[in-house]
């Protein structure tokens, strides 16, 4: 059984750093594709950043691009994403979510469209909240 655990987030005034840690456990292999989506209120989910882990491919939201860094490490199979100069903006509920071959083929070819429904599984959700 798949299970993803995430941690950080918090409250940061804006201009500041956060980290989200997202631990996965149950995966066989480093085949899939994992990360972060975020949905703010009265907003639908959105993919924010993911990784493939075995090749390093990497997505980003129009929106972070410059600002956050995802990186994995394979070993304890655990994906990071480093928030730098967040903005009001930020501000939302940060879901890990991770999934098989057709999540890293949204990841590989950019497609955020589909990357919603190519997740299999979710984690718990961590609040991030930038004040003005």
Not at 33 to 48: M, S, Y
Not at 90 to 99: E, H, K, L, N, S
């Given at each position: 059984?798949?299970q ?5 987030g ?7 750093s ?63 994403l ?51």
């Amino acid at each position: 059984e798949v299970q993803l655990q995430a941690s950080g987030g918090g409250l940061v005034q804006a201009g500041g750093s956060l980290r989200l840690s997202c631990a996965a456990s149950g995966f066989a292999s480093d085949d899939y594709g994992i990360g972060w989506f975020r949905q703010a209120p009265g907003k639908e989910r959105e993919p924010v950043s993911l990784i493939s882990p075995s090749d390093g491919s990497k997505y980003y939201h129009d929106s972070v691009k410059g600002r956050f860094t995802i990186s994995s490490d394979n070993a304890k199979k655990t994906v990071y994403l480093q928030m730098n100069s967040l903005k009001p903006e930020d501000t939302a509920v940060y879901y890990c979510a991770a999934g098989g071959y057709r999540l890293i083929h949204a990841i590989v070819t950019k497609s955020p469209r589909s990357m919603h429904v190519d997740v299999d599984y979710w984690g718990q959700g961590t609040l991030v909240t930038v004040s003005s």
